[in-house]
């Protein structure tokens, strides 16, 4: 086990590493971020209200607004009426929404890995993988 300084030295190199793959991933993006996150929240919990992405990722609902009506333009989502409240509406991911989503996760884990492979040193790799399997049940 860490001591309390050296497992404070390690978040912080992990803070940090992560900071730099998430801009690095950005960057490969080839969807807009906002769009992204309302695909993906909707795959993670099913057909919402509009302002539920917006509360869940803590942004103003006018920008998941924005996203959800570029979204539908597109056909990635699509709009019901809500079962129980007719003042509001549910949107849910269409199967376009639900390929599209699913390619953009392969090609960042295909980018991730080849990312990997390039930086990672032969005696790195084993040690990350080792790490996780110790560190993440």
């Given at each position: 086990m860490?001591?309390?300084p050296?497992?404070?030295a390690?978040?912080?190199e992990?803070?940090t590493a992560?900071?730099?793959?998430?801009?690095?991933?950005?960057l490969e993006?080839?969807m807009?971020?906002?769009?992204?996150?309302?695909l993906?929240?909707?795959?993670?919990a099913?057909?919402m209200?509009?302002?539920?992405?917006?509360a869940e990722?803590?942004?103003?609902?006018?920008?998941?607004?924005?996203a959800?009506g570029?979204?539908?333009e597109q056909?990635?989502i699509t709009?019901?009426?809500?079962p129980?409240?007719?003042?509001?509406s549910l949107?849910?991911?269409s199967?376009?929404g639900?390929?599209?989503?699913e390619?953009?996760?392969?090609?960042?884990?295909?980018?991730?890995?080849?990312?990997i492979?390039?930086?990672?040193?032969?005696?790195e790799?084993p040690?990350?993988?080792?790490a996780r399997s110790?560190?993440?049940?």
């Amino acid at each position: 086990m860490l001591s309390a300084p050296a497992s404070a030295a390690v978040a912080a190199e992990l803070r940090t590493a992560l900071g730099k793959l998430t801009r690095r991933v950005k960057l490969e993006d080839q969807m807009p971020l906002g769009q992204a996150s309302v695909l993906g929240a909707l795959d993670r919990a099913g057909a919402m209200t509009p302002s539920e992405p917006a509360a869940e990722q803590r942004v103003r609902p006018q920008s998941v607004a924005r996203a959800v009506g570029l979204l539908m333009e597109q056909g990635l989502i699509t709009r019901r009426a809500h079962p129980t409240d007719g003042r509001k509406s549910l949107v849910e991911l269409s199967s376009a929404g639900q390929a599209l989503l699913e390619e953009e996760r392969g090609r960042r884990a295909d980018w991730l890995a080849r990312a990997i492979g390039a930086e990672l040193t032969g005696d790195e790799r084993p040690q990350g993988g080792h790490a996780r399997s110790r560190s993440c049940p």
